[in-house]
């Protein structure tokens, strides 16, 4: 931040035509966006220097009660009038590292809520647009994203430094464009995302990753399955993940639909001279489960296709090494 030059403060001519520019019902934000404060704008940079000029004017260039018209009550209204830089003299456009993206991503969406984006904890919010936009075909192809996914998305997920959660939110941003905005099918899972923890986040990723592989493999190998047939019906095992732990978040995504049944369990594995206690999970997937998965992926439209369709990987999150959809399936990719 530039120092403040005590000898520069707003003239009274530039404070009493700022005022009186704004009524009543002018936003926080606005107050510094005319040119009349280009003088004066690149000295007032935040509220504490703001607060410094009143002082200097209170102690050095004000030796009557009014300053040429302009007096002490009116000018500490305006200096409480200030927003923080982050806000101030920022344009929607402007997004700390993905202003085109971000443009290109969200549309006129971008618009209506570029105010609230410029609060939002601008690492988090980035990391959000910028893997979104990784996630969408065609930038250019016209569409926009829906205002409520995506207020709803940026205002919950900017502050996660978690890449599931990151990997999650994008994909939901990105599910929701439309070439009108007005598709919000993406709400519920926002609804559902916002309710889970990281941790159980990549216990939903970890199930369905393992799935999407097992049917993977079964495609590949000419057999025929039904997605809506899978509901309930069809077990995955796999490793990864603290059985303790993961008791509670199985629940969880119990709860939510996101699973049908679960049990967590141990196995003694032998092999040639040594023994070890193979921990595990298992759980049965649902359509819900299902649907967040390809959401998360930007793939809603194809759901159906889970298993037939890549439907893409999870940065560096790794999947589990070990899974089936038996126990000896388990066994059989065990070290």
């Not at 410094?52 to 300053?67: M, S």
């Not at 040594?274 to 999970?281: A, G, H, K, S």
Request: glycine fraction near 8%; hydrophobic fraction near 40%.
């Amino acid at each position: 931040m530039r120092s403040f030059r005590s000898a520069v403060i707003p003239s009274p001519a530039i404070m009493a035509a700022a005022w009186s520019s704004q009524d009543d019902s002018s936003e926080p934000g606005n107050v510094l966006q005319g040119e009349v404060f280009a003088d004066w704008e690149e000295d007032v940079e935040d509220k504490q220097t703001g607060r410094r000029a009143l002082r200097l004017c209170r102690r050095r260039q004000r030796p009557q009660a009014v300053l040429n018209g302009f007096d002490e009550r009116q000018a500490g209204r305006f200096l409480r009038r200030m927003v923080d830089p982050v806000t101030t003299g920022a344009t929607a456009g402007a997004l700390v590292g993905g202003g085109w993206v971000a443009k290109k991503l969200l549309g006129p969406t971008l618009e209506t809520i570029g105010d609230d984006l410029q609060k939002l904890y601008a690492a988090g919010r980035d990391r959000i647009v910028n893997r979104a936009a990784e996630k969408v075909d065609d930038l250019d192809d016209g569409k926009c994203a829906n205002l409520r996914v995506a207020r709803d998305v940026l205002w919950n997920g900017a502050f996660s430094e978690s890449e599931v959660c990151t990997e999650y939110y994008s994909g939901l941003l990105a599910a929701s464009r439309s070439a009108d905005g007005l598709d919000d099918e993406a709400a519920p899972f926002v609804d559902v995302v916002k309710s889970l923890a990281s941790r159980q986040l990549k216990l939903h990723y970890s199930i369905y990753r393992s799935l999407e592989r097992i049917l993977e493999q079964a495609h590949a190998n000419g057999e025929t399955f039904d997605v809506s047939a899978i509901h309930g019906r069809m077990d995955v095992f796999f490793t990864g993940h603290d059985p303790h732990k993961s008791a509670l978040d199985l629940q969880v995504l119990l709860r939510n639909g996101l699973i049908a049944e679960f049990a967590t369990d141990s196995k003694m594995i032998t092999r040639k001279d040594r023994e070890w206690v193979l921990l595990f999970c298992k759980a049965r997937p649902t359509m819900f489960g299902i649907s967040l998965y390809a959401a998360a992926h930007n793939q809603l439209e194809w759901w159906q296709a889970f298993g037939l369709r890549h439907f893409g990987e999870f940065g560096d999150i790794e999947p589990p090494k070990i899974y089936g959809q038996t126990m000896e399936e388990l066994l059989d990719r065990a070290p």
